[in-house]
């Protein structure tokens, strides 16, 4: 069976929780959300209050009519059979966010999903935006940065790692999957060593096929 990277991210990501965040009451900001998988599973493991998301396009643009292939609900169905057909045929033209969420509650994370109000009041995504132009006043005890830093030019992705460190509370946790290898990716230990007396020691060999994991800790 091969090996998709939607679950070793999310592994990665359960294990930074896991050794990293106490308490129950937490609340995460999803940089680059997409459909919100990362948030759905953050949501179902009980520490998190409250999941903020921001992406760059809009709503309507998670279905794409002309690339169905390409849709990123399609994306975030890879190494999920019945969510992948769910998301593939007759289902297509009907999916929407809050439809999609309970399908992926119940066929990978074997939960049962919020009510819609419930569901609204938990994440808060904000589409059709631009991370720089996001605004919020809340500090975060999580803020993942998974696939996203190469969408941005080299000078972006050092002011929003700048920024997501800012936005953290003491002890609290930064998720980044990098993509180097990529037009526009950069090394980030280049970027985290000038900056690292702010947070506690990362892993730099961290990595799986092109992508590098890192977890920061915001030094208290
Ligand atoms: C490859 S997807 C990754 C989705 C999700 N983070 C994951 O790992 O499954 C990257 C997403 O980041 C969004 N994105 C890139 N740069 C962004 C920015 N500056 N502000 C908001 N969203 C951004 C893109 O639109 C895209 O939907």
Redesign the pocket.
């Known amino acids: 069976m091969s090996i998709d990277i939607n679950q070793i991210?999310k592994e990665k990501l359960r294990k930074a929780i896991e050794v990293n965040l106490k308490g129950d009451n937490l609340i995460a900001l999803?940089?680059?959300?997409?459909t919100g998988?990362?948030a759905y599973q953050l949501f179902h493991t009980n520490k998190f209050r409250s999941i903020c998301g921001?992406?760059?396009?809009p709503k309507e643009g998670l279905v794409n009519e002309e690339s169905k292939s390409h849709t990123?609900f399609y994306q975030?169905s890879e190494g999920h059979e019945s969510l992948k057909r769910y998301v593939e045929f007759d289902n297509y033209h009907k999916i929407d966010l809050y439809n999609f969420y309970c399908e992926y509650v119940k066929a990978e994370l074997k939960n049962k999903p919020l009510i819609k109000e419930e569901f609204e009041n938990v994440f808060q995504f904000t589409f059709d935006?631009?991370?720089?132009d996001y605004s919020n006043d809340e500090l975060f005890d999580l803020i993942i940065l998974?696939?996203?830093l190469h969408?941005?030019s080299k000078k972006e992705q050092i002011k929003i790692i700048k920024y997501a460190i800012d936005k953290l509370n003491n002890g609290g946790v930064i998720f980044i999957?990098n993509r180097p290898g990529l037009k526009n990716g950069i090394d980030l230990k280049n970027i985290l060593e000038p900056i690292s007396n702010r947070f506690r020691g990362v892993n730099y060999n961290d990595k799986f096929r092109e992508h590098y994991f890192y977890t920061l800790v915001k030094i208290e």
């Open positions: 991210i999803d940089i680059g959300s997409g998988i990362l921001v992406e760059l396009i990123l975030a935006t631009e991370f720089r998974s696939r996203v969408y941005n999957v």
